[in-house]
């Protein structure tokens, strides 16, 4: 059975210096998952680094509900980057029997040019990893999500929002989201990859 450790940072002057937060290290316990929450921030960008033996769940879950809005497995050794809205927390879940090592650093994220009200069409849906191997993905300014094998992670991006695959030191762009996109549908990432290397 998964408990909840649950992090509110309240006093982010102490250690809040030149703009971005310095590097801390969490250990999350055997089965447990450790929620994460700015208040005095309208939102944060965090980076991950992956210091464990195995797979961390990483998810951006709304205030109101619980439910996940960004979601994705951080392999052994891997990295990434996850924007979390105002309206959002972070939660990181150890499913193994073992501790998990999680190094972040987290950034305020800056105040945007956007009118008050103003709103940038986004479309929410999973992308699904049917294969057994992980799937390195990047997609800019949101976070570099490490697909696992036989997973989905769930998204929502906004309108024309690329998605690439890093492979081999490049990047392969493989989507771009658009208005066709149904909520909550299923995209099969491999196809994605084989229309990419294979046009017609």
């Known amino acids: 059975m998964k408990h909840i450790l649950f992090l509110l940072v309240l006093f982010s002057s102490a250690v809040y210096a030149q703009g971005k937060w310095e590097k801390s290290t969490l250990v999350i316990p055997p089965k447990q998952i450790v929620q994460i929450d700015y208040p005095y921030f309208k939102g944060f960008t965090v980076k991950l680094w992956n210091k464990s033996k195995f797979d961390v769940?990483?998810?951006?879950?709304?205030?109101?509900?619980?439910?996940?809005?960004?979601?994705?497995?951080?392999?052994?050794?891997?990295?990434?980057?996850?924007?979390?809205?105002?309206d959002m927390y972070l939660q990181l879940e150890n499913r193994f029997l073992a501790p998990q090592k999680v190094e972040y650093v987290v950034y305020k994220t800056p105040k945007g040019k956007k009118k008050p009200g103003e709103l940038t069409p986004q479309r929410g849906f999973y992308l699904v990893?049917?294969?057994?191997?992980?799937?390195?993905?990047?997609?800019?300014?949101?976070?570099?999500?490490?697909?696992?094998p036989q997973s989905k992670s769930g998204v929502d991006l906004p309108l024309g929002q690329q998605i690439f695959l890093k492979m081999q030191g490049k990047d392969l762009l493989i989507f771009t989201v658009t208005d066709t996109i149904p909520k909550g549908a299923r995209i099969n990432v491999a196809d994605l990859i084989d229309r990419a290397l294979n046009p017609e």
């Open 57 to 86: 769940g990483v998810s951006a879950r709304l205030h109101a509900t619980d439910s996940i809005q960004k979601g994705f497995g951080l392999a052994k050794g891997a990295n990434a980057t996850l924007s979390v809205p105002s």
């Open 129 to 148: 990893n049917t294969t057994n191997q992980s799937l390195p993905l990047r997609i800019p300014g949101i976070m570099n999500p490490n697909l696992s």
